[in-house]
């Protein structure tokens, strides 16, 4: 299954140090709602005095390289092969390899700001696609369900997920902190903090409903939906955590909240 949702929120958790996920393609599995751009931030009709980040990161102007010496940090639009090069060496191989080429912090966090709507357009996913095929379970009579074969498909990339060390990731995270916020600001939000979106967003996740029993699916076209309206209406994040299953969404949550710890600290 080209499963999208999954692969944005896997790029995510990369950019942030955690794995929010990541997708880049058509999923086999859900339609895709009407696309919903970013919000323009209002202009205000007197000028505001800007209070600040509500969660502040300290900036970091230059990192060390690899035989001490430091070397500044690259612009936004020059960024892509040092940003790799850094995820290869603390992720490893297979986590950089997921990553598109190009515009990856840009796609990064407008795939991060996207989680809460209905749908995140196929442009900016950051990274690539499920191997394994996606099929519904099958239940009583014609009924089709998201279940433990399902769940499966998402369990090897959990795993790293889980073992994946928090200070490390919050470090990579705060070292490229200003070109994040800078993708921010040419994004559409001049006068807002990427930081304090991120922590919005991780809240949004960890809001996500945690359904009894397997869940029903229906295939009014060709892919298929969830059959409970109330769980279809749900944001592309949430429906992604429902989607990897309950054992495996109970996982990124720890995580998240984990990481959310650290964003807030100061």
């Known amino acids: ?29 859900f339609p895709p709602s009407v696309p919903e751009t970013p919000a ?8 505001v005095a800007d209070a600040g980040p509500k969660y502040p990161l300290p900036e970091t102007e230059s990192q060390g390289a690899p035989d001490g010496e430091l070397v500044p940090l690259p612009s936004l639009d020059d960024s ?20 598109v080429r190009e515009d990856v912090i840009d796609r990064l966090v407008a795939s991060i700001d996207n989680l809460p709507r209905s749908d995140i357009p196929e442009r900016i996913r950051p990274v690539g696609t499920l191997d394994a095929p996606f099929a519904p379970d099958a239940g009583e009579g014609d009924r089709l369900l998201l279940g433990t074969s399902s769940y499966a ?13 928090i200070d490390t ?8 902190y200003p070109l994040f916020q800078t993708a921010y600001e040419r994004l559409g939000y001049p006068d807002a903090y990427f930081n304090d979106r991120l922590v919005d967003v991780i809240d949004h996740l960890l809001a996500t409903p945690v359904p009894a029993g397997p869940l029903e699916l229906r295939r009014p076209n060709v892919l298929y939906e969830f059959a409970d309206p109330d769980l279809e209406a749900l944001s592309s994040g949430q429906k ?25 600290a100061g």
Not at 2 to 25: K, P, Q
Not at 88 to 98: C, I, N, R
Not at 240 to 264: D, H, I, S, V, W
């Open 240 to 264: 992604l955590l429902l989607r990897m299953g309950p054992n495996n969404a109970a996982t990124l949550k720890r995580k998240l909240e984990a990481f959310k710890a650290r964003l807030t």
């Open 80 to 99: 892509d092969g040092y940003f790799l090069l850094e995820i290869k060496s603390t992720l490893g191989d297979a986590v950089e390899a997921l990553l």
């Open 169 to 176: 990731l919050y470090d990579t995270y705060q070292r490229f």
């Open 1 to 29: 299954m080209e499963d999208r949702h999954f692969r944005l929120l896997i790029g995510a958790l990369v950019v942030i140090g955690i794995g929010l996920l990541a997708w880049r393609y058509w999923d086999d599995m």
């Open 40 to 47: 323009s931030v209002p202009t205000p009709e007197e000028p």
């Open 153 to 165: 498909r998402y369990d090897a990339l959990i795993a790293y997920l889980y073992y994946a060390d």
